[in-house]
């Protein structure tokens, strides 16, 4: 977040310093909570920020925790879901059934995926 924000230009730089020398695993949870303080903290705009992850987890010394449903969020983040739903439903495709009373949620769900695994 520090070299997306340069909020701090010293830790900025110490962090691009290891970004371009390191192989780095990034948590998804750090991924989320990032996502989430550059929207709403910093007020960056969604798909500024999904151009930003992808770039970010395109470089070959990223290496991102369940990228099965990392991707899958991103996209879905683009088109349809806030980021935080696009993860729990993409973390979530392995399971028979996914219960929620968001009827919001249940209705992108249902726009992304096929599956009959959402339930009022």
């Known amino acids: ?3 997306l924000t ?3 230009p010293n830790q900025a730089r110490r962090a691009l ?3 371009k020398s390191d192989d780095i695993f990034i948590p998804k949870t750090v991924l989320l909570e990032t996502e989430w303080v550059l929207r709403h903290v910093y007020e960056i705009g969604r798909s500024d920020i999904i151009v930003g992850f992808q770039k970010l987890l395109g470089l070959p010394n990223v290496n991102v925790e369940d990228p099965e449903s990392i991707h899958p969020a991103i996209s879905w983040d683009e ?3 806030d980021f935080a739903d696009a993860l729990n439903m993409a ?5 028979v059934s996914f219960a929620t009373f968001d ?3 249940i209705k992108k769900a249902q726009q992304v995926s096929s599956m009959d695994m959402i339930k009022p």
């Open 6 to 8: 340069n909020d701090d």
């Open 1 to 3: 977040m520090r070299i």
């Open 17 to 19: 310093k290891i970004l």
């Open 91 to 95: 973390s979530s495709r392995r399971c």
């Open 103 to 105: 009827s919001s949620f």
């Open 79 to 81: 088109n349809t879901f």
